[in-house]
C-alpha cells in the first residue's frame, strides 16, 4: 500500500533570487571548512536527491523540500540533466531541458505561468524548485549534468557536454542561477579521465556566467566522483576546485573505513575542506549484494556521518535509495528500492541526520580538528572510535559502544566536564566529571549494533550548555 506522509504546511512564495538570510558560501580562513560571506560556520548537511528537477511535480518538491528543511538539512543535490534518462525522457509536465540534445540550445520559452504548458517550460521548473528550496534556507548543491552525458563508451553513457560545448552551456547556467542560493557540483559518478577539458570547460563557463568573468571567486565548486574515488584524484590543483568532494561508494560500515579516505584528502596540500558527497544509502543493497548482506538501516547511515566529520569532513551528504530516484508506482525499480519515495523521505536515519548538525555547531565550530591521538585504542571495522577536538571541547564516536579509553591533557582546563551524546536523538545525559591527566576510561551507556554513542569531554571552566542544545557559531 502506498504510503502517504504528513504534509508539513509552509506558506512560502516563490522567489527570483536568495531572501537575505540566504548569504553566498565561501571557504573559511583555514581552509577547512565553509562559511558564509561574512564568516559565519556553515556545515553541508546534504541530502542526495539527484532526479529532483526531472522526476517531481511542483506540490511533490515542494512537500519534499518542507520536510528536509524541517530536519535542518542546509543543501539539497539535485542535477539538472540527470541521470535516469534526463536528456530525452521529459519531466512531470512532459518537458525536455534542450533543444534536439544540444546543450548551447536550451529549451527555453518566453514566460513561466505554471498552468500554461507552453510558457511553463524545463528550466521555469528548475527555477521554481530551487527558489522553492532557497526560500527554505536550503542551498541547491546543483549539478549541471550527471557524468554519463560527458562520455560515450558505457551503455548508459552518451557524450552530449563535449570540450566545444560545456562551456556555452556552463554561461547559461551561470547566468541564470547564479545569484540564486547554489553550490556547484560538477561530476557525477563518471571517471573523468580523458574528458578532464571538459569539465574545466564547464567550470570556466558557470564562472564568466556568473560573474561576466572568469572570476572563481564568485563561485563554490567541487567535483563529484564515481564510486570508491575523489575529487582530488584529478582536480585538487585546479584553481575552481574549492573543496573536495568524495564518494564511498556504499560499501559495509567499517570495511570501507571512510574516516582513512576523509584524512587523505583533509592532509593534502594545498589545504582545502573535504566531505563525502555520496556515502551508503539507507535502505540500500549493502555492498549492492543484497541477498549475501541484506540492506542497510538507520545504524550504518550514522557511522558514516560520524566517522567522516569527525575525521575532519565540513559536512556531510545523507541518501536514501528510494530519494535519489524519487521512486513510485508506474517506475522501473532501480537496485530494489525497499519503498516510495514519500515514505523513506520519513526514514530514520534522514531525520537523525540533524543531532550531527545539532552536536558540531554547539561547540566553537571553526577550531575543530580530528585527533585519533586522543584515542588509547581505536578499535577496527564497526567498532572503529573517532575522535575530534576544539576550542576547549574533545568528542569521541563508538560505533558500537565500545569502552574508550582517553589520553587526557589535548584540551585546556584542569577539570571536564563528560556528556554521553545519543545520536538515535539527540539527547545528551550528564557524565560526571574527570581530571584532565593520565589515561582515563568511560563506557558508554549501552552496547552492541545500534548502540553507537558519542563522548563529550569539555573543559569545565567553559561552561558549555548540553551538547546539541545551543549554537556555538564560532
Known amino acids: 500500500m502506498r504510503f502517504t506522509a504528513i504534509l508539513i504546511v509552509l506558506s512560502l512564495t516563490a522567489m527570483s533570487a536568495p531572501p537575505k538570510g540566504l548569504p553566498r ?16 560556520p556553515f556545515f553541508y548537511l546534504a541530502d542526495t536527491a539527484w532526479e529532483l528537477f526531472h522526476r517531481l511535480d511542483r506540490q511533490q518538491a515542494t512537500h519534499y523540500l518542507d520536510v528536509r528543511a524541517a530536519q535542518k538539512y542546509t543543501a539539497i ?39 500554461d504548458l507552453k510558457q511553463y517550460d524545463y528550466w521555469d521548473h528548475v527555477d521554481y524548485i530551487v527558489d522553492q528550496a532557497n526560500a527554505r534556507g ?56 580523458g574528458v578532464e577539458s571538459t569539465w574545466r570547460a564547464l567550470a570556466k563557463g558557470i564562472a564568466i556566467g556568473v560573474s561576466g568573468k572568469e572570476d572563481y571567486d564568485a563561485v563554490l565548486m567541487t567535483f563529484h566522483p564515481r564510486g570508491g574515488q575523489t575529487s582530488s584524484t584529478d582536480f585538487h590543483n585546479d584553481i575552481w576546485l574549492d573543496f573536495n568532494m568524495q564518494q564511498d561508494g556504499h ?22 575542506p573535504v566531505l563525502d558527497g555520496e556515502p551508503l544509502y539507507e535502505d540500500h543493497p549493502l555492498a549492492f549484494r543484497a541477498k549475501d548482506f541484506g540492506y542497510s538501516l538507520d545504524a550504518h547511515v550514522r557511522q558514516y556521518a560520524y566517522w567522516d566529520t569527525f575525521s575532519g569532513a565540513c559536512g556531510h551528504t545523507y541518501g536514501n535509495h528510494a530519494i535519489w530516484q524519487f521512486f ?37 565550530y571553526l577550531s575543530r580538528v580530528p585527533d585519533p591521538s586522543l584515542v588509547v585504542d581505536a578499535l577496527e571495522g564497526a567498532d572503529h572510535i573517532a575522535a575530534t577536538r576544539g576550542d576547549g571541547y574533545a568528542l569521541f564516536y563508538s560505533a558500537q559502544g565500545r569502552k574508550i579509553k582517553v589520553r587526557m591533557g589535548k584540551i585546556s582546563g584542569t577539570t571536564l ?29 549501552s552496547e552492541g549494533f545500534s548502540s553507537d554513542w558519542v563522548l563529550v569531554l569539555d573543559d569545565a571552566s567553559k561552561g558549555f550548555a548540553a551538547p546539541g542544545t545551543a549554537t556555538a557559531r564560532r
Open 138 to 193: 536550503l542551498y541547491v548543491a546543483m549539478l549541471p549534468t550527471w557524468g554519463s552525458w560527458t562520455r560515450d563508451g558505457g551503455a548508459r553513457d552518451h557524450a552530449y557536454i563535449t570540450p566545444q560545448n560545456a562551456q556555452g552551456y556552463g554561461e547559461f547556467l551561470g547566468k541564470r542561477y547564479g545569484k540564486k542560493g547554489i553550490i556547484w557540483v560538477l561530476g557525477g559518478d563518471r571517471n573523468p579521465a
Open 417 to 445: 566536564k563528560a556528556w554521553w551524546y545519543n545520536p538515535r536523538n539527540g539527547s545528551a545525559e550528564d557524565a560526571g566529571t574527570a581530571q584532565n591527566s593520565g589515561e582515563v576510561e568511560f563506557t558508554p551507556p
Open 77 to 115: 543535490q539535485a542535477v539538472a540533466l540527470a541521470e535516469e534518462n534526463g536528456i530525452t525522457e521529459p519531466n512531470a509536465y512532459g518537458k525536455l531541458p534542450l533543444i534536439d540534445a544540444d546543450p548551447l540550445k536550451p529549451a527555453v520559452t518566453p514566460g513561466n505561468k505554471p498552468g
Open 251 to 272: 560499501g559495509i560500515p567499517g570495511v570501507a573505513k571512510s574516516w582513512e579516505k576523509v584524512a587523505a584528502d583533509y592532509n593534502r596540500t594545498p589545504v582545502k
Open 25 to 40: 558560501l565561501k571557504v573559511s580562513e583555514n581552509k577547512r571548512f565553509l562559511v558564509t560571506e561574512d564568516g559565519q
Open 328 to 364: 513510485q508506482p508506474g517506475r522501473k525499480r532501480v537496485n530494489g528500492p525497499l519503498m516510495y519515495w514519500e515514505q523513506a523521505v520519513l526514514r530514520p536515519g534522514g531525520a537523525q541526520m540533524q543531532y550531527v548538525r545539532g552536536l558540531l555547531e554547539s561547540r566553537p
